[in-house]
């Protein structure tokens, strides 16, 4: 047997387990574990909101005297329920899961006839990374570095601009950086609205009411989802115009910079809502998917 032969044993055997029940279990695993963080954290935000969630304003970091309205906010929430420590482990290996199908689908492609493109295959390893370091965070958090999961991700971000600031053409680099994710949540909010996510579901086993369901959680979760990115993206922007890292917000400023709107706390609440919905989203995503 020749080596290319071997090659090509390898590449079939690697294809076959990235189509196996063991990873379609992974990545619906991987939707419930990011429903439940989404839906915390609308939770907190919804508190934030009326008032139940500490301070606000930029720079609050943390809110002192109530909870993060993040993914460091949700796993405190998480932790402090009974048998809360499973309930963190099952959520990092749902993570777990979802990056190890996201890596699938750059290696060998995706489901759909437009799976295989470069661009598709680029994407899912973006998603790879994101949803790796982000298992390891609930992971980390879970076996007890709390500094790991349920640190201010404002000051993460604080952290990280400061640090990118200083690097050469640090202001651009920043400044793109903050447009791409700008960029990123209006096109996740504009693919909510046109409803792109139908190519992804098996719409034929589903009735009526659930295609319902799935739209209305859908939209309305992507669009205050995209928002949230585009408003995180700005802040990220401003920071390199001014040169001043402070200006830079991690989710939880981001989410309460929203109650600073005329709208005032009612539109942070609108996004806290979406957010849940997206919530519930990701777990209809875990039936109705086609992975």
Known sequence: MNARTLTDKGRGTAEQ??????????ARW??????????????????????????????????????????????????EKPMGAVLLWALGAGLVGMALWRLSEALFGAAGPDGHKAGK?????????????????VLAFAAGDEGSGS????????????????????????????AAIA???????????????????????????????????????GTARGALFAAAGVFVVLAAVAYEPDR??????????????????WLLALVAVGLMLFGLFSWAMARWRRV
Do not use: C, N
């Not at 387990?17 to 992974?26: F, G, N, P």
């Not at 390893?125 to 965070?137: E, L, P, Q």
């Not at 400061?162 to 793109?176: F, K, M, S, T």
């Open 151 to 178: 640190g201010s991700s404002d000051q993460e971000s604080r952290d990280i601009t400061a640090r990118a600031l200083e690097l050469p053409g640090g202001r651009w680099i920043v400044g793109v950086a903050g």
């Open 183 to 221: 960029a990123a949540g209006l096109w996740i909010g504009v693919r909510a609205v046109l409803r792109k996510y139908h190519k992804h579901l098996k719409l034929a086993e589903m009735s009526r009411p659930v295609r319902r369901f799935v739209d209305v959680t859908g939209v309305g979760g």
């Open 17 to 26: 387990a990235a189509d196996s029940k063991a990873m379609d279990a992974a």
């Open 30 to 79: 991987g939707f419930v574990a990011r429903g439940a963080i989404y839906l915390l954290v609308g939770v907190l935000a919804l508190r934030v909101a009326f008032g139940d969630g500490g301070g606000s304003g930029s720079g609050s970091g943390s809110g002192e005297g109530g909870q993060q309205a993040d993914r460091g906010g949700a796993l405190a929430e998480i932790a």
């Open 248 to 265: 830079a917000k991690g989710v939880d400023d981001t989410l309460r910079s929203f109650t600073e709107t005329s709208a005032g706390p």
């Open 121 to 137: 295959r680029l994407l899912s390893a973006g998603r790879a990374v994101f949803y790796g370091f982000t298992a390891y965070s």
